[in-house]
């Protein structure tokens, strides 16, 4: 694109021969309703395939995973990371609702600046994010309205907004990095995404916003490829890392100088990301496939954790980088994978439709939100034995861990954040 620094396009080889087992109530770009579909049939996506499969029974888990009494969750003995410092203790008592946010919400997703903010990412229509205290209180409503030429796209003209997908802090809470699923105003951002789609439809690019979180402003703005979905920061600061469904590749850009300096083709629907606490590696959750793409940070070379399930959407790594957690959206499970291996070595169904996850500052629990069944499980890490599911509001999509209070905040897109005292 005309006035852009050159990047570099790093290939792969080619994905395995098979297409995910996608849910549309996971993909669905509508605000005005979200209507909950059922997994699709092995094959190729087609949007009639998204409106007609009935739903898929769960997975059986590769070792037992039964229910345990709040009694019983108090989880294995506290991590320390390589620093020496002390983790916070784990919660010990059940999850108790606190409080239900509700007014100019539409959120795909919600997170903890680790700081006391909370970034609500109001995908699509609202063209907002909102951002509140922890105290429950609207400090700002963000628009995601911006003048492109500002930020050093003189080609894009007048003023254009966003459609906010997901966020990511840095380390220091200075900054959040958000992805706009698409852009809306003159060309070439005339053309909506799409959540069936290929690098051959051609579909624009799109944006990641830097907010200042002082300010609660727009700072910076970066191109990525097509349809940005998921968000990740390193953990030393050094690279945001962005999915873009649309063009199968994983954007990373250097903080340091706000340029995207790789697009590395990764395959089909690419979405969640996990680092490890060392910052050397980057796994990525292939929707389109039944791998993880596995990035060094150092060389940009990629391998694969294959054979976890049809259609991986998030993931979570533990504190000490040894384990790994995805939700497998074709399946209907969470997946626990040992890293030294790259093997699933335990997996359990927490409801309809997992979707995201947040793990407790310990790697002791896991809270995964269940878009079908309304519910949000807790889930003991060591054994992935679930410890206890409360009812949501409608539609819970997004899910960040507060390790301050111990709160835990649930974004429904049917409207609603809700909040969730974790232990006593």
């Given at each position: 694109?005309?006035?852009?620094?050159?990047?570099?396009?790093?290939?792969?080889?080619?994905?395995?021969p098979?297409?995910?087992?996608?849910?549309?109530?996971?993909l669905?770009v509508?605000c005005?309703?979200h209507?909950?579909?059922?997994?699709?049939?092995?094959?190729?996506?087609?949007?009639?395939?998204?409106?007609?499969h009935p739903p898929?029974?769960s997975?059986?888990?590769l070792?037992?995973?039964s229910?345990a009494s709040?009694?019983?969750?108090?989880?294995?003995?506290?991590?320390?990371?390589?620093?020496g410092?002390?983790l916070?203790?784990?919660?010990?008592g059940p999850?108790?609702?606190?409080?239900?946010?509700?007014?100019h919400?539409?959120?795909?997703s919600?997170?903890?600046s680790?700081?006391?903010?909370?970034?609500?990412?109001n995908?699509?229509?609202?063209?907002?994010?909102n951002?509140y205290?922890?105290?429950y209180?609207?400090?700002?409503?963000i628009?995601?309205?911006?003048?492109?030429?500002?930020?050093?796209?003189p080609?894009?003209?007048?003023?254009?907004?966003?459609?906010p997908?997901?966020?990511?802090?840095?380390?220091?809470?200075?900054?959040?990095y958000?992805s706009?699923?698409?852009?809306?105003?003159?060309?070439?951002?005339t053309?909506?995404?799409?959540?069936v789609?290929?690098p051959?439809?051609h579909?624009p690019?799109?944006f990641?916003?830097r907010?200042?979180?002082?300010?609660?402003?727009?700072?910076?703005?970066?191109?990525?490829?097509?349809?940005?979905?998921?968000?990740?920061?390193?953990?030393d600061?050094k690279?945001?890392?962005?999915?873009n469904?649309?063009?199968y590749?994983?954007?990373?850009?250097?903080?340091?100088?706000?340029?995207?300096v790789r697009?590395?083709?990764?395959?089909?629907?690419?979405?969640?990301i996990?680092?490890d606490?060392s910052s050397?590696t980057?796994?990525?959750?292939?929707?389109?496939?039944?791998?993880?793409?596995v990035l060094d940070?150092?060389?940009?070379?990629?391998s694969?954790?294959?054979?976890?399930g049809?259609?991986?959407?998030?993931?979570?790594?533990s504190?000490?980088?040894?384990?790994?957690?995805a939700?497998?959206?074709g399946?209907?499970?969470?997946?626990?994978?040992?890293?030294?291996?790259?093997?699933?070595?335990?997996r359990?169904a927490?409801?309809?439709?997992?979707?995201s996850?947040?793990?407790s500052?310990?790697?002791?629990?896991?809270?995964?939100?269940?878009?079908?069944s309304?519910?949000?499980?807790?889930?003991?890490?060591?054994?992935?034995?679930?410890?206890?599911?409360?009812a949501?509001?409608k539609?819970?999509?997004?899910?960040t861990?507060?390790?301050?209070?111990?709160?835990?905040?649930?974004?429904c897109y049917?409207g609603?954040?809700?909040?969730?005292?974790?232990?006593a």
């Amino acid at each position: 694109m005309a006035g852009m620094p050159a990047r570099r396009r790093i290939g792969v080889p080619p994905i395995i021969p098979v297409i995910p087992l996608l849910l549309a109530a996971g993909l669905g770009v509508s605000c005005t309703a979200h209507t909950a579909a059922a997994p699709l049939p092995p094959g190729p996506v087609s949007s009639a395939a998204v409106a007609s499969h009935p739903p898929a029974s769960s997975a059986p888990p590769l070792a037992p995973s039964s229910p345990a009494s709040p009694s019983a969750a108090s989880g294995p003995p506290v991590p320390t990371p390589s620093s020496g410092s002390p983790l916070p203790p784990p919660p010990t008592g059940p999850l108790r609702r606190v409080t239900t946010i509700v007014g100019h919400l539409d959120p795909k997703s919600v997170v903890s600046s680790g700081a006391g903010l909370f970034f609500a990412q109001n995908m699509m229509y609202l063209h907002t994010i909102n951002v509140y205290d922890r105290d429950y209180k609207l400090v700002k409503i963000i628009p995601d309205t911006v003048r492109l030429s500002d930020f050093g796209y003189p080609q894009y003209r007048g003023t254009y907004k966003g459609a906010p997908v997901e966020a990511a802090f840095t380390p220091d809470g200075a900054s959040a990095y958000i992805s706009n699923y698409s852009m809306y105003g003159a060309a070439p951002f005339t053309r909506e995404g799409a959540d069936v789609c290929k690098p051959a439809d051609h579909y624009p690019n799109s944006f990641v916003y830097r907010v200042n979180t002082t300010t609660l402003s727009v700072d910076q703005v970066i191109e990525v490829g097509a349809v940005p979905k998921y968000v990740a920061v390193t953990p030393d600061g050094k690279y945001v890392l962005v999915s873009n469904w649309c063009s199968y590749t994983e954007s990373v850009i250097d903080i340091a100088t706000g340029k995207e300096v790789r697009q590395i083709a990764v395959g089909a629907y690419p979405r969640g990301i996990a680092v490890d606490p060392s910052s050397s590696t980057a796994y990525i959750a292939v929707m389109g496939s039944t791998r993880i793409a596995v990035l060094d940070l150092r060389t940009f070379e990629l391998s694969w954790i294959a054979g976890v399930g049809s259609a991986p959407r998030h993931l979570v790594i533990s504190p000490d980088g040894r384990w790994l957690y995805a939700t497998i959206n074709g399946d209907g499970v969470v997946d626990k994978i040992d890293l030294t291996t790259r093997k699933v070595v335990r997996r359990v169904a927490t409801g309809r439709a997992p979707r995201s996850m947040a793990i407790s500052p310990d790697g002791g629990y896991l809270y995964v939100v269940n878009y079908m069944s309304n519910t949000m499980t807790k889930l003991r890490a060591a054994d992935m034995g679930i410890v206890q599911t409360v009812a949501t509001e409608k539609d819970p999509i997004g899910i960040t861990y507060d390790n301050a209070t111990h709160h835990v905040w649930v974004a429904c897109y049917s409207g609603a954040l809700m909040v969730f005292s974790d232990g006593a």
